[in-house]
Antibody, heavy 127, light 108 residues
Framework: QVQLQESGPGLVKPSETLSLTCTVS??????????WGWIRQPPGKGLEWVGS???????YYNPSLQSRVTMSVDTSKKQFSLKQTSVTAADTAVYYC???????????????????WGQGTLVTVSS | SYVLTQPPSVSVAPGQTARITCGGN??????LHWYRQKPGQAPVLVIY???DRPSGIPERFSGSNSGNTATLTISRVEAGDEADYYC???????????FGGGTMLTVL
């Protein structure tokens, strides 16, 4: 059974950098069928896609966050990471990591869906 | 950028059928996915590629997608179906993932 686990500080000061890591267990991280994503949810609000990374390292970012977000993947450790700079209170949210899945025929036509999610980690931006 | 529109809330009595819509420009041309999220929990995939159900999701959950509207249908609604439901697509023009704003399903 695939499992994802987020880790990182739960409290970040304004203007500093938020850093999170997602560790994947029970399955491969290096399949061409997988996109590894970060999704966040501010308290009481809906889901917001932050970005996704392909196992090769190619990245896709939400345009509203693109200037502040960097994602990376370490296939040897079966981990992928998120860095978000210059955080403000508006970045306070539960951050989820998730596995995006698609087949070779569906990836370019229909895209991917998130079939496995981490439990989420609350990151609070406050001094 | 592409926008998905969901009603903020839907209410239904137990045993009845709930229909949650997700609107978007020519959404029928995209692969549409649905997630259920209960309070304090991570989202769970309930429908993928418009109408396919992951293992473990009851047959009561079904989906359709045509024109400018996708619909998640929950038959014989139970109290345990009460949750927030989100639709999601991948925009082929930008390679971006988009979520709808979510719909709170209340079982009366």
């Amino acid at each position: 059974q695939v499992q994802l686990q987020e880790s990182g500080p739960g409290l970040v000061k304004p203007s500093e950098t938020l850093s999170l890591t997602c560790t994947v267990s029970g399955g491969s991280i290096s399949s061409s069928n997988y996109y590894w994503g970060w999704i966040r949810q501010p308290p009481g609000k809906g889901l917001e896609w932050v970005g996704s990374i392909y196992f090769s390292g190619y990245t896709y970012y939400n345009p509203s966050l693109q200037s502040r977000v960097t994602m990376s993947v370490d296939t040897s450790k079966k981990q992928f990471s998120l860095k978000q700079t210059s955080v403000t209170a508006a970045d306070t949210a539960v951050y989820y990591c998730a596995r995006g899945y698609c087949t070779s025929t569906s990836c370019r036509s229909w895209g991917y869906y998130f079939d496995y999610w981490g439990q989420g980690t609350l990151v609070t931006v406050s001094s | 950028s592409y926008v998905l529109t969901q009603p903020p809330s839907v209410s239904v009595a137990p045993g009845q059928t709930a229909r949650i819509t997700c609107g978007g420009n020519n959404i029928g041309n995209k692969g549409l996915h649905w997630y259920r999220q209960k309070p304090g929990q991570a989202p769970v995939l309930v429908i993928y590629y418009d109408r396919d159900r992951p293992s473990g999701i009851p047959e009561r959950f079904s989906g359709s997608n045509s024109g400018n509207t996708a619909t998640l249908t929950i038959s014989r609604v139970e109290a345990g179906d009460e949750a927030d439901y989100y639709c999601q697509v991948w925009d082929s023009d930008t390679d971006h993932v988009i979520f709808g704003g979510g719909t709170m399903l209340t079982v009366l």
